[in-house]
């Protein structure tokens, strides 16, 4: 059982060039999640997707975007990297939404993207 | 908005000595509590939750939180820490009601020395 799957691992980038970050769940989860983590931030919600089919911006969305391809895969798109953007990027994935449903409260989390932009 | 405070960036420890882990939130509304632990180039695995009920929960590897609503705080111990306890501690925060978003606070290191 795979989890929640990442790629690329590792990127280095110029600046103003552009990637995307692929991400994949085999949990049947209907909620996905973009975060990034930084020395001393913690983790900050980038953008999210409550279902299939809806994406909602979080707490730090300038100079990304997403794509909900379908339940399984949920993509990060910096269109113009720029070296701010120097972070470990998290795809994580829940059952459904904080309150609603059957919901167990809990993230699973995928190990990782860690990307450079010079 | 709802904010998580880990009262320490770093937290020393010798093996078998006790630890606590300290947590405080912002609102004093209806909330879910998490502790999440991310071992080195890994990441995040859930190792408690408080959603209602019982206020002292016991999580994986030992660990249990108490759940304090007076003093907004969530707070994460463990009696005895072993080496392989080392490792970054998040704790977080989601609003009942809300759009139930987590928010983490800024994350604890655990060093475990033998």
């Known amino acids: 059982n795979a989890g929640v799957t990442q790629t690329p691992k590792f990127q280095v980038l110029k600046t103003g060039q552009s990637m995307t970050l692929q991400c994949a769940q085999d949990?049947?989860?209907?909620?996905m999640y973009w975060y990034r983590q930084d020395p001393g931030m913690g983790l900050r919600l980038i953008y999210y997707?409550?279902?299939?089919?809806?994406?909602d911006k979080g707490e730090v969305p300038n100079g990304y975007n997403v794509s909900r391809l379908n339940k399984r895969e949920f993509s990060l798109r910096l269109e113009s990297a720029a070296p701010s953007q120097t972070s470990v990027y998290f795809c994580?994935?829940?059952?459904?939404?904080?309150?609603?449903?059957?919901?167990?409260?809990?993230?699973?989390f995928g190990e990782g993207s860690r990307l450079t932009v010079l | 908005a709802q904010s998580v405070t880990q009262l320490d960036s770093q937290v020393p420890v010798f093996e078998e000595a006790p630890v606590e882990l300290r947590c405080n939130y912002s609102?004093?509304?209806?909330?879910?509590l998490f502790w999440y632990v991310q071992y080195p180039n890994q990441g995040l695995q859930l190792l408690l939750k408080?959603?209602?009920?019982?206020?002292l929960v016991k999580g994986i590897n030992g660990f249990e939180a108490e759940f304090n609503k007076s003093q907004t705080s969530f707070h994460l111990r463990k009696p005895s820490v072993h080496i392989s306890d080392t490792a970054e501690y998040f704790c977080?925060?989601?609003?009942?009601?809300?759009?139930?978003?987590?928010?983490f606070g800024k994350g604890t290191k655990l060093s475990v020395k033998p």
């Open positions: 949990m049947n989860h209907n909620s």
């Open positions: 408080y959603l209602s009920g019982s206020t």
């Open positions: 977080a925060v989601s609003d009942r009601g809300s759009q139930g978003n987590l928010i």
């Open positions: 609102s004093s509304v209806s909330v879910y």
């Open positions: 997707s409550a279902s299939e089919g809806t994406t």
């Open positions: 994580a994935s829940s059952e459904g939404r904080m309150g609603r449903g059957l919901n167990t409260g809990e993230l699973f």
